[in-house]
């Protein structure tokens, strides 16, 4: 007889459950799905215990942030020099200024710019949280935290500024225990009077104040909406650095007004038109010669502390009286020679070999222009990036013995050309650096490559963006003094990468360490080989170079100067064993000056600055060349022969770019425009030197001749010799490759 069993079963099977039944018809999902739904509502209990358990935490130990709006007052900032000295005070304490005396718009502005759901969010807003994680993915890098007002005022009460996932998590949780213990209101009150405005002004009172000298509750619309966009960056915005910044800040936050309906179109059409007048920031304060460093620690600051401190102390690496009078140096050469050199404005740096500044000039007068141009200016180095270049070819085997060719070159239709046209054959790479030889800088780069120039600069410490053509061996990209004097920096000290900083310690007057600077983890940027090499050869260039100028008597300094088109810009970088120092002379309209070149003013600036700096100081020798037993004359700083031959054998070289980029391009008369879209062609003297051989070519016998010429050539003046040559034009260009910081 057939059965109907299967194999394995059992029969009758065995009766199930009345609830399982019941749990099957309701839920008909397979069993993985019903035990993921039930392991999820599982954790979100478990978080939902969590947060309720934390919430309650911070009841407990919190104080109640409505009791401070009773005691709050702003900090008091006492900024110091090395050795004690107060160079200022800032952050004078203000009343607490209620919400209900403030003017609607300029709450509106604040709420439009910073937090445009504020009212409708419960502290924390999904929206901007997703919007902010997009535009940091297709960046690739954090632009956008997409924090609530809530989130910034947890932070600003409770919270230290470290960027960590355990901190931002915390800052979550304590938005939303915020937004259960308070009012919007209440919020947005405490938020008003702590937030950080920049220029040492905490709080939405002491902005007013600082910037316009007056009441928050006397604020028009546009001032309300400019100092609304300090908030995204205030020591970017500040009216005191950059009064054009502020400005077009201003009229974004109008526009976020508008948009947000909290002005009318005719309010936004009036508040563009009116114009905004500054309160003057050297009002009720002595001018002393640190105003321009003062603001450059205090922009510095916001990351390091918050407010609600009677008074914060922060130690600085400024030499006060080395400052003072590095000021007055910068204006006196500008009172005797500004006029008639068509100079308006100046910037010095000088560091010491740890890359503490130690003085900082951002112009001619802080009372007239609050610009730091030492920080801020972004200018094309000229000449003064050459160093990068020649280092990438001596890391690369050349030695500052090989010799390198002063011949024409033509790449892409642009021929570099030197100061008059000339060309003198064959010379070793330390006399080419030394009289700033254009056509031999660039055979370097194009031998070694733009990409491995431009890497050697960024591990120096040059930030700016730099453009890999050929003209950058001339200094065709634009970099901020600060950055440069600090790549000059490290050989100074042996080759040690550093970062330029200004504030030691930042503590309260109660002596609670509020942040300590840690000794920087130092690497070596440039093997030891290198950095005696290009000591060697920085020392001729103001021994018998372009730099002559800036000798001192008794101490070894090493240097380059650097010119650009027009004369818009001159520089002197130099250094010693103790301090670096770097000056740049030029117009902010970027104006051609009358023959200023790197040789001339700079170079006497930072002569009569590190003049002043070294006072006291024994002479020592930069590092990896020979010892200083005696009082340094001014033509000993020339390299000795066997310090040369120590390096090594001499190696013949002949930088020459790829056949087909180099070509006998026509020339054009030395005032023709550059054409556009291409890299401009530059003029040279007809028959002062015989043409490049093909490639197959170069030999011995090619050399010979090129021996034979230079002997018959005229010598080529240096690209900033003296007063009275031939106006520098360091490079042609592409449509805005030379475009000047201005």
Known sequence: MGSDVKSGETWPPPPSKPGVRRLRRWWPLPRGVRLGLIAGAGIVATLAAGFGSLLVYYTLTFPDPLAQRQKERAPVIRILAR????????????????????????????????????????????????????????????????????????????????????????????????????????????????????????????????????SARELTFSEAALIAGLLKAPSKYSPSASPGFARSRGRVVLANMLAAGAITQDQFRRSLAERIRFADPTTGREQGGTEYIVDFVLERLPPLLGSGHAEVVVETTLDAAFQRKVQAVVQQHLARNGETMLASQAAVIVLDTDGGIRAMVGGRNYADSQFNRAVKARRQPGSAFKPFVYLAALESGMTPDSVAYDLPLTVDGWSPRNDNSGHRGAMPLRQALAQSVNTIAVRLLLDVGAGRV?????????????????????????????????????????????????????????????YARQAARMHQAIGPEQVAAMNEMMSGAVAHGTGRRAALPQHPVAGKTGTTQDFRDAWFLGYTAHLAGGVWIGNDNGKPMNKVMG????????????????????????????????????????PAASTRASLHRPRVIVMKPPVAQVTQAPTQPRSEPAPQHSIASRPRQAGTSPPLAPKEQIGEDFIARALEAESQTAPVAALEAQPGSAPHVPTGRPAGLMSLGR
């Not at 690739?140 to 998590?169: E, H």
């Not at 700079?602 to 020798?621: C, S």
């Open 599 to 638: 040789g001339t003013l700079p170079a006497e600036i930072w002569h009569d600055v590190m003049t002043i700096g070294h006072a006291g100081r024994a002479p020592l020798a930069l590092p990896g060349t020979p010892s200083v037993s005696a009082p340094m004359p001014l033509a000993a700083a020339a």
């Open 454 to 514: 431009a890497r050697t600069a960024r591990r120096l410490g040059v930030t700016s963006d730099l453009l890999e053509r050929p003209a950058l061996a001339l200094g065709a990209s634009e970099v901020s003094l600060l950055e440069l004097t600090s790549a000059y920096t490290v050989l100074a000290n042996g080759g040690m990468a550093v970062e330029p900083h200004a504030i030691r310690r930042v503590r309260m007057s109660s002596g609670r360490i509020l």
């Open 83 to 214: 050795d004690g000295q107060v160079l200022a005070e800032r952050g004078a304490a203000h009343d607490f200024m209620p919400l209900d005396l403030l003017p609607a718009h300029v709450i509106q502005a604040v709420v439009a710019t910073e937090d445009r759901r504020f009212f409708q969010h419960w502290g924390l807003d999904p929206t901007g949280l997703l919007r902010a994680a997009m535009t940091n993915l297709r960046s690739g890098r954090y632009t956008q935290g997409g924090s609530t007002i809530t989130q910034q005022l947890a932070k600003n009460l409770f919270l230290s500024p470290d960027r960590t996932l355990a901190r931002k998590i915390e800052e979550l949780v304590l938005a939303v225990w915020l937004e259960v213990r308070l009012s919007k209101q209440d919020i947005l009150e405490l938020y008003l009077n702590r937030v950080y405005f920049g220029g040492g002004a905490y709080g939405i009172e002491a902005a007013a104040q600082r910037y316009f000298e007056k």
